[in-house]
């Protein structure tokens, strides 16, 4: 099923399934239809045009029904195509798979055989093989065949080659299994998607090599009829009854193109390595699955207000509920930071504000997002593309993947610009030069023609800082943007960050695990566990008192120098796998002070003022107004 999912997803391969699928069953039911005999000549009726004397696509130089002759060598056709491609991929995995597991003088004899072969252009090949057999549609079956069998063999060996050393293998071969057993039970199963693909990517090709044999008089013979032949015999005619050689050659074409759209479609959906394209191009914006609206309530002056917010990922049968309900809000010039474990959900929060979680599989299945009062999912893509960039920036964790490896970083500076402004080349390139000298990079006039590649981590970031502040947003959202930076760039980083945020008036949205960061840049702080907001107030205050267990540990982990001796203690167990959450707190099982209460019902997000706890057995108690 999901093999099936993944090539229906493909639209070309669907298309070239369906078309297929409509000539096969054409071709087999034929025998059935009321067709005149093909083979049948009437030459007072010699080239007529189709729809004459009920001849739907008219008539041959010999009188011969043209539909009929063209069902019946449709049939022909595919059935030779369909086995010359079965003889040659038995053959030439055979001959590979042999090849690649026993290795050595047995893999160098019969390659070198196989080169040898592939050094004669295949069609020339074919028509030696044909002349030395004879005419006739076998012959052709079998040059055809032959000439591909180097094609497999190639292919087949050398994914033979990385299997026939695996651990699987060694332990077969210690288990005392034969040779024969071995590549049957344990190089075969392994080998045959590589087999299908190959066959699937070459079936068209076959049947074009069959059609230009007996398109030369070396296939089909008279009066038996395939699609070359058919093209042979009209050739004579072409330019007075033209409709003679349209009929076989527009099904060879739609034959072939056919085949060719579902094999590559089969190819990506078979191969792990190609899936590609439509494959896993995800949507322009993230899929929308949710039932009703949330009212923006209780912004005051938030410029982005996230309210009970839910993100999925729908994966085969399973449902991943990385962003259970999250409340959030930052105003002008204020910096949130979001803190939790790897897996807390922190970044698909981040990334469900703009509709980039990427669909398949990301779904947002509830709440909303409010940016300046409107709502932000569901919205219009062309809606979302102008605030992305625009209003609404990202900071990535790795710039070197951000950042294009083959464009300068100030052709990307230029075109972030231009994308959302109509200045002029010039007046954008001046604007990224004063960008680069904003975020501090030093001789910005020479730098701005650099490569990321000849730029260190740090002054990358910074041209990921230059990029998002290029069309002066109103809010930053920075995910991790300094985790793979040395401590003295962190600290550069997070001091260009706060000037910004305080010269610009900006937003900013903090995404981060470690808490000495969001004590040096953040106003106020969440805690994110399991998808969701367990404990959030002003940083100091929870800093100083925190509420949340999970809080409460997770500062615990964190060293203090100059503090005497400290034990660093670890949080025992594993965050949840969000794909089964059992109903109650999602950290009561790595609590020391769950009960029974715990794991009963819905904890709500409570607290008073600024300060709120999704706990019952809270560590501290909240007071209102603490800063």
Partial sequence: MQFLSLLLRNRLAAAGGVVLSLVLLLALVTPLLPLANPDVTDTANRFLMPGEQ?????????????????????RLSLAVGFAAAFFAAFFGAAIGIIAGYFGGRTDNL???????????????????????????????????????????ARNIRGVTVG????????????????????ILTEILPNVIP?????????????????????????????????????LGEARGALITNPHTSVVPGAMILVIVMSINLLGDGVRDALDPRLRSGALTRPMPATRVERKGTIPAEGEGGAVLNLRQLQTQFHVKNRIY??????????????????????????????????????????VITGGAVYFQGQDLVGAPYERLRALRGDKVAYIFQDPLATLHPLYKVGDQLVEAIRVHHPVS?????????????????????????????????????????AMALANDPEVIIADEPTTALDVTVQAQILSLLDDLRRERGLAIIFITHDFGVVAQLCDRVAVMYAGRIVETGPTAAVLRAPAHPYTSRLIACVPELGGGRRRLEAIPGLPPAVDRLEPGCAFAPRCLKASAACREGDIALEGPGARAVRCIHPEAELEEGVA
């Fill in 425 to 465: 080349r010039s007046e954008a390139r001046a604007r990224a030069v004063a960008l680069l000298k904003q975020v501090r990079i030093p001789n910005a006039e020479s730098r701005i023609d650099s490569y990321p590649h000849e730029m260190s981590g740090g002054m990358r970031q910074r041209v990921g800082i």
């Fill in 194 to 230: 590589v087999i299908v693909i190959a066959m699937s990517t070459t079936i068209g090709w076959m049947i074009l090599e069959t059609a230009g044999l007996s398109f030369l008089g070396l296939g089909s013979q008279p009066p038996q009829a395939d699609l070359g032949s058919m």
């Fill in 321 to 362: 509920k990385a962003v259970g309900g999250v409340d959030l809000k930052v105003a002008p010039g204020e910096c949130l930071g979001v803190i939790g474990e790897s897996g807390s959900g922190k970044s698909v929060t981040a990334l469900s504000v703009m509709g980039l979680v990427a669909s398949p599989p990301g």
């Fill in 54 to 74: 009920g001849h739907w696509l008219g008539t041959d130089h010999l009188g011969r029904d043209l539909l009929a002759r063209l069902l019946h060598g449709t």
């Fill in 110 to 152: 019969i390659m070198r055989g196989v080169d040898m072969l592939m050094a004669f252009p295949y069609i020339l090949l074919a028509l030696a093989i044909v002349a030395a057999l004879g005419p006739g549609l076998t012959n052709a079956l079998i040059a055809v065949a032959a000439v591909n069998v180097p094609f497999f």
């Fill in 163 to 182: 299997l026939a050393h695996k651990e699987f293998v060694d332990a077969a071969r210690l288990a005392g299994l034969g040779h024969t057993r071995i």
